[in-house]
């Protein structure tokens, strides 16, 4: 028996005969903020998840260097973007980043977070893009979801000690995540809920007030039917 096998068996054992030590939390834990052996933070977010679509076709059909700025550019105006909306990064995983939102104002900034990410593609990156590389349309097109949810997460870190980091569970950040991954006429998802619990600063545009919001789809979700909206609509940051 290697040394490798004996510690995997003896730290599943830890971490199953470990009580939780949960504390709720009022803002967004670091890593530090939650104990490594039994620690967890017990929160009420709105989680947003930006993607970029179509990532592994850019690979595929793209040399490294263009895709890896593809993908450097979309991840930074992204994450610019959360923080711009009061919201925390607190995951990158590939082609896509996840920002928290906490507070009485959480849905109503995650949903202008996911307009203003989608001004960023409309707007900046896909002309940039084109004037970089014109014959990209001719092999790629970019396109991305934003899916947003909302509820109580239970926030833990997964990992070994100096190899971690902070796993999100529960329903609204695995429902961000599945909804950033719709493709269709919006670029942005939110749940029903989201929708209803936002301020109506993020349901209608400036100046002409028009709703930016339409009824999507039903989607389920681990079982469980999710009222989605959505919307085609940009924001300037």
């Not at 991305?144 to 999100?168: E, K, P, Q, Y």
């Not at 998802?189 to 007030?209: I, W």
Request: aromatic residues 8%; proline residues 3%.
């Amino acid at each position: 028996m290697s040394a490798t096998s004996d510690g995997v068996k003896s730290s599943v054992q830890l971490v199953l005969n470990t009580a939780w030590d949960v504390r709720d939390g009022q803002v967004v834990p670091s890593t530090d903020d939650v104990k490594l052996a039994g620690g967890a933070v017990s929160l009420d977010a709105t989680y947003l998840y930006a993607d970029l679509a179509n990532s592994s076709g850019a690979a595929q059909r793209l040399r490294r260097e263009v895709t890896g700025k593809i993908l450097r550019t979309y991840l930074d105006a992204a994450t610019r973007i959360i923080k711009r909306y009061d919201g925390v990064i607190r995951s990158f995983d590939g082609d896509r980043v996840m920002g928290i939102f906490v507070g009485n104002r959480k849905n109503t900034n995650a949903m202008n977070a996911g307009l203003g990410i989608n001004w960023a593609v409309q707007e900046v990156l896909k002309p940039k893009l084109a004037d970089k590389w014109p014959t990209l349309k001719d092999t790629w097109t970019l396109a991305h979801g934003v899916g947003i949810a909302t509820g109580d997460a239970f926030i833990v870190r997964g990992g070994v000690r100096g190899s971690n980091d902070l796993v999100s569970v529960g329903e609204a950040p695995n429902v961000a995540a599945k909804l950033s991954a719709l493709r269709g006429w919006p670029s942005t998802y939110v749940t029903k809920t989201v929708f209803d619990e936002c301020l109506d600063d993020a349901r209608f545009s400036r100046g002409d007030n028009e709703l930016m919001w339409s009824n999507f789809d039903t989607q389920w979700i681990g079982g469980k039917s999710y009222s989605v909206k959505g919307s085609t609509w940009w924001r300037t940051p």
